[in-house]
DNA sequence: AGCTCTAGTCTCGAATTGAGACTGCGTCCA
DNA sequence: TGGACGCAGTCTCAATTCGAGACTAGAGCT
C-alpha cells in the first residue's frame, strides 16, 4: 500500500482512470486545466488578484519581473478560462480592471493548499538542492 | 471581506507577508517550489510516480509525449529538489529505478486537492473556454 | 561479427519568452 | 496652441527553452 491517506487514493484513482479513458493522452481535460494553474505566472496572478482587483498597471507593479507581454497573455488566458473577469472602464486614459470569478475564487482552496505545503516543505527543499549540488560538484 | 474560508485567509496574509518581506521578488523561495510544481511535466511525473516506483523507460511509456530531454532533466529536477530517488542497479543494460521520497509523497496531499479541483471544474472551464473564443471570432 | 537492450547525452531546428520601443487619445500645464 | 504625460496594450527582435531524433557504452544472444 502506499501509506496515503484514502481520500489521496482516491484520487489517483481517478486520475489513473481518467488517463486510461482517454485514448489521446494528450487531451487529457486534467491537464489543459492543471497546464495553465501550472504555469509560472498563473499562480501568482490569481493569488495577486485574490487579495483584491487590480487594474494592469497595478498587476505590473506587483509582480515586477513579469513583462509587459506574458502580462497580457496570461491574463487573457486566465480570462479564457473563465477564472478572471476583465471590465473596462472607457476613460482617457483608459482604465481596466482585474478581477477572480467565482470559479477563479474556487481554486484559492487547493492553491492555498500547496502555497501553504510550500511554505512548510521549503527549507527541505533548499537543504536537498544545497546536498544535491555538493554531491554533483 | 473575501468570502473565503479563515484558512484561505490565513495563507493569502502568509503569502503576502512572504512577497513584502522579500526584497528581491524573483528570489522568493515559495516561488522556487511553486515555479517547479507548476512545470508542465512535473506534476504528472509525481503523480505516476506515486502509483508505483517506476523505471527510466516505463515512465517513457507512461507519459508518452514527453521526450528524453524533458524526462531527464526533469527527473534531475525532482531529485536535487528532494522529491525523487534516483536508484541505479549496475546491471547491463542499466536499470534505474525512481521513486518518490516521503517529501515527494507529502505533496500527494495537496497535489491531489488540486487534481480533485481541476476534475470537478473542468466542465465549467470547457464552457468559459467556448463562450469566449465565440464572443472573441 | 553483428544485433539488442537500457539510460541517458548531443545536436539542431522550432516554439516560447523577455526587453523594450511604439500607438492612440484625452488631459494637464504653459 | 502645443508639448508632455498616463494607461493599456501591441509589435519587433533577440535570447532562452523545448522537441525530435541520432548517437553512445557495454554485456548477452545467435
Known amino acids: 500500500m502506499t501509506g496515503l491517506s484514502g481520500e489521496v487514493d482516491a484520487v489517483l484513482d481517478g ?3 481518467a488517463i486510461r479513458v ?6 487529457c481535460p ?3 486545466v492543471l497546464d495553465r494553474i501550472g504555469d509560472k505566472w498563473s499562480t501568482l496572478m490569481v493569488l495577486t488578484l485574490a487579495l483584491r482587483p487590480h487594474r494592469f498597471g497595478e498587476l505590473k507593479r506587483a509582480i ?5 507581454r506574458m502580462l497580457t497573455q496570461t491574463l487573457r488566458d486566465l480570462q479564457r478560462d473563465g477564472y478572471v473577469a476583465r ?3 472607457p ?9 477572480l470569478t467565482d470559479l477563479g475564487r474556487s481554486l484559492m ?10 511554505v512548510r516543505t521549503r527549507g527541505a527543499v533548499e537543504a536537498a ?6 554531491e554533483n560538484v
Open 87 to 89: 471590465r473596462v472602464f
Open 15 to 17: 486520475f489513473q482512470r
Open 129 to 134: 538542492r544545497v546536498a544535491f549540488d555538493r
Open 109 to 118: 482552496t487547493p492553491l492555498s493548499g500547496l502555497v501553504d505545503w510550500a
Open 64 to 68: 515586477p519581473d513579469i513583462s509587459q
Open 22 to 27: 482517454e485514448p489521446n493522452f494528450d487531451a
Open 30 to 32: 486534467v491537464r489543459g
Open 91 to 99: 476613460t482617457t486614459p483608459p482604465a481596466v480592471e482585474y478581477s
